[in-house]
């Protein structure tokens, strides 16, 4: 089959990773197929009866677990979903993982123990949580208030993760490589937001709070308490320290240094997402 024509099943297409990886891959003609509830045929990692026809006919998938795959269950769900990839006859799988997640590194495992191709993304947090995701509001609010306190993580940006994703789908040299993926600096919660209030022009504040006080923040706005648990896991657990080094992932996936935290704060001040309107 003419490599152009494989099938290409992205998980969680419509995230800050899967949608940019799409882009990519139609852009080059490639024959993609949406992983999302939302999809023709849909894929929902709770519903597995759905699983058959999203993997019908598919060469490679990327696998993008969501919530989070620190969560509860998702290793089963990762183990049983790699299961019917490989009856299903997928040659390669691409998984996108977590830093400094045990949860992750079993998933890892999985993916790795499959019998077919590999390629592991063992990411860092991303900078597009600042301006796509929970940070936003806050961030529009003039005060970003988290249960973390001067530790420093090497934020990655989500284009550099697109593009190995997409590299690793469609090329052969990355086949049983584990990239962990950071930016080429790390900065605390307070620096990365002092950033954005320079390119902004904007007078916006970093503020630690104690864990249970951001759960109650939380449990206000009515998340659903699995959420939350994952977020407080996230900050009290994850952001102890464990992932400040900077890696080499990128610049061994790509062969050029990873983007850094300006770059994502300037083309996303260009957008306009942190201006305030009204």
């Known amino acids: 089959m003419n490599s152009n024509q494989q099938t290409l099943l992205i998980l969680g297409a419509t995230g800050k990773t899967g949608r940019r990886i799409v882009k990519r891959l139609e852009a080059a003609g490639r024959n993609v197929r949406l992983g999302s509830r939302s999809a023709t045929p849909p894929f929902d990692w709770e519903d597995r009866s759905t699983w058959a026809a999203a993997l019908e006919g598919v060469q490679a998938a ?38 400094g997640e045990i949860e992750a590194q079993q998933a890892e495992r999985v993916v790795q123990n499959s019998g077919i191709d590999w390629t592991i993304l063992r ?49 052969s040299g990355h086949s ?30 970093f503020l630690a709070v104690p864990p249970d006080a951001y759960r109650q923040a939380l449990e206000q706005e009515q998340l659903p308490a699995e959420l939350i648990d994952l977020v ?13 080094p900077v890696t080499d992932g990128v610049q061994r996936a790509l062969g050029r240094p990873a983007r850094d935290f300006s770059d994502y704060v300037r083309r996303a001040a260009a957008t306009g997402i942190w201006n305030l309107h009204g």
């Open 176 to 205: 049983g490589q584990l990239y962990e993926l950071t930016g080429p600096r790390a900065l605390t919660f307070a620096e990365a937001v002092a950033e954005i209030a320079r390119a902004t022009d904007r007078d916006i504040g």
């Open 62 to 99: 990327y696998i993008s677990f969501q919530p989070d795959i620190a969560v509860p269950g998702a290793l089963e769900t990762i183990q049983a979903f790699t299961d019917q990839a490989v009856n299903s006859g997928v040659g390669k799988l691409v998984l996108l993982s977590g830093r």
């Open 232 to 244: 407080l896991y996230l900050f009290t657990t994850v952001l102890d320290g464990r992932n400040t």
């Open 123 to 171: 990411a860092s947090w991303f900078c597009q949580n600042f301006s796509e995701g929970h940070f936003l509001e806050p961030i529009l609010q003039g005060e970003l208030a988290l249960p973390v306190g001067d530790i420093a993580e090497p934020f990655v940006d989500v284009e550099d993760i697109a593009e190995i994703a997409v590299a690793a789908l469609t090329r």
